[in-house]
Protein backbone atom coordinates (compact mmCIF):
# COMPACT_ATOMS: atom_id res chain seq x y z
CA UNK A 1 0.00 0.00 0.00
CA UNK A 2 1.43 3.60 -1.21
CA UNK A 3 1.36 6.40 1.54
CA UNK A 4 -1.18 7.84 -0.67
CA UNK A 5 -3.19 4.87 -0.13
CA UNK A 6 -2.61 4.21 3.38
CA UNK A 7 -3.36 8.02 4.47
CA UNK A 8 -6.53 8.10 2.00
CA UNK A 9 -7.42 4.78 4.53
CA UNK A 10 -6.78 6.88 7.91
CA UNK A 11 -9.04 9.56 6.71
CA UNK A 12 -12.18 7.28 5.27
CA UNK A 13 -11.64 5.67 8.19
CA UNK A 14 -12.06 8.39 10.93
CA UNK A 15 -14.84 9.72 9.02
CA UNK A 16 -16.86 7.30 9.07
CA UNK A 17 -16.09 6.27 12.54
CA UNK A 18 -17.07 10.01 13.61
CA UNK A 19 -20.27 9.85 11.04
CA UNK A 20 -21.77 6.57 12.47
CA UNK A 21 -21.80 7.62 15.83
CA UNK A 22 -24.16 9.92 17.82
CA UNK A 23 -24.49 13.84 18.32
CA UNK A 24 -23.11 13.69 21.67
CA UNK A 25 -20.08 11.46 20.53
CA UNK A 26 -19.24 13.34 17.45
CA UNK A 27 -19.41 16.24 19.45
CA UNK A 28 -17.39 14.91 22.17
CA UNK A 29 -14.67 13.35 19.80
CA UNK A 30 -13.95 16.85 17.68
CA UNK A 31 -11.37 19.49 18.84
CA UNK A 32 -12.66 22.63 20.44
CA UNK A 33 -12.40 25.05 17.42
CA UNK A 34 -14.21 22.43 15.51
CA UNK A 35 -17.27 22.07 18.33
CA UNK A 36 -18.96 25.57 17.61
CA UNK A 37 -19.93 24.55 13.24
CA UNK A 38 -19.78 20.87 13.84
CA UNK A 39 -22.97 19.68 11.32
CA UNK A 40 -21.06 22.08 8.86
CA UNK A 41 -17.43 20.86 9.80
CA UNK A 42 -18.35 16.88 9.17
CA UNK A 43 -19.72 17.70 5.78
CA UNK A 44 -16.79 19.62 4.86
CA UNK A 45 -14.73 17.05 6.19
CA UNK A 46 -16.20 14.66 3.87
CA UNK A 47 -16.30 16.91 1.09
CA UNK A 48 -12.72 17.58 1.29
CA UNK A 49 -12.42 13.85 1.08
CA UNK A 50 -13.29 13.78 -2.89
CA UNK A 51 -9.65 12.82 -3.31
CA UNK A 52 -8.53 10.44 -0.59
CA UNK A 53 -12.00 8.54 -1.98
CA UNK A 54 -10.25 9.05 -5.44
CA UNK A 55 -7.27 7.41 -4.40
CA UNK A 56 -8.82 4.49 -3.05
CA UNK A 57 -10.88 3.58 -6.09
CA UNK A 58 -8.10 3.43 -8.12
CA UNK A 59 -5.72 1.20 -5.88
CA UNK A 60 -8.77 -1.05 -6.02
CA UNK A 61 -7.96 -2.42 -2.37
CA UNK A 62 -11.97 -2.23 -1.50
CA UNK A 63 -15.08 -3.13 -3.04
CA UNK A 64 -16.82 -0.90 -5.31
CA UNK A 65 -20.12 -1.36 -3.31
CA UNK A 66 -17.81 0.67 -0.47
CA UNK A 67 -16.36 2.99 -2.65
CA UNK A 68 -20.01 4.16 -4.08
CA UNK A 69 -21.21 4.71 -0.35
CA UNK A 70 -18.49 7.33 0.11
CA UNK A 71 -18.82 9.10 -2.94
CA UNK A 72 -23.09 8.73 -2.07
CA UNK A 73 -21.77 10.12 1.37
CA UNK A 74 -20.14 13.41 -0.53
CA UNK A 75 -23.07 13.87 -2.72
CA UNK A 76 -25.17 13.94 -0.43
CA UNK A 77 -23.45 16.69 1.81
CA UNK A 78 -22.54 18.80 -1.51
CA UNK A 79 -26.26 19.03 -2.27
CA UNK A 80 -27.13 19.53 1.00
CA UNK A 81 -25.19 23.28 0.98
CA UNK A 82 -27.09 23.85 -2.55
CA UNK A 83 -30.16 24.51 -0.55
CA UNK A 84 -30.35 28.42 1.35
CA UNK A 85 -31.14 28.21 4.48
CA UNK A 86 -30.80 24.34 4.81
CA UNK A 87 -31.90 23.90 8.48
CA UNK A 88 -29.56 20.22 9.00
CA UNK A 89 -26.63 22.80 9.69
CA UNK A 90 -27.35 23.25 13.16
CA UNK A 91 -26.57 21.48 16.39
CA UNK A 92 -30.53 20.57 17.42
CA UNK A 93 -30.97 19.01 13.49
CA UNK A 94 -27.87 16.86 14.00
CA UNK A 95 -28.99 15.22 17.01
CA UNK A 96 -32.75 14.48 15.69
CA UNK A 97 -33.14 15.57 12.10
CA UNK A 98 -33.91 12.24 9.41
CA UNK A 99 -31.05 13.93 7.07
CA UNK A 100 -28.02 12.90 10.08
CA UNK A 101 -29.70 9.92 10.69
CA UNK A 102 -29.67 8.70 7.28
CA UNK A 103 -25.97 10.12 7.18
CA UNK A 104 -25.11 7.95 9.66
CA UNK A 105 -26.85 4.92 8.42
CA UNK A 106 -24.61 5.33 5.32
CA UNK A 107 -21.34 5.16 7.31
CA UNK A 108 -22.77 2.36 9.16
CA UNK A 109 -23.36 0.55 5.60
CA UNK A 110 -20.03 1.56 4.69
CA UNK A 111 -18.54 0.00 8.08
CA UNK A 112 -20.24 -3.23 7.34
CA UNK A 113 -18.75 -3.68 4.18
CA UNK A 114 -15.09 -2.97 5.26
CA UNK A 115 -14.11 -3.06 8.88
CA UNK A 116 -11.65 -0.19 9.02
Given at each position: ????????????KFLLN???????????????????????????????????????????????????????????????????????????????????????????????????
Open positions: MTYQEKGSVSLVNLKNDYAKQFEDMEDFVRWNLPEETALEWIDALGAVDILKKSNLFPNEFISLLYQIIDIFEKAFDIPDNPVWTHEAMKTHPFWENMRSLAKQALDIVSL
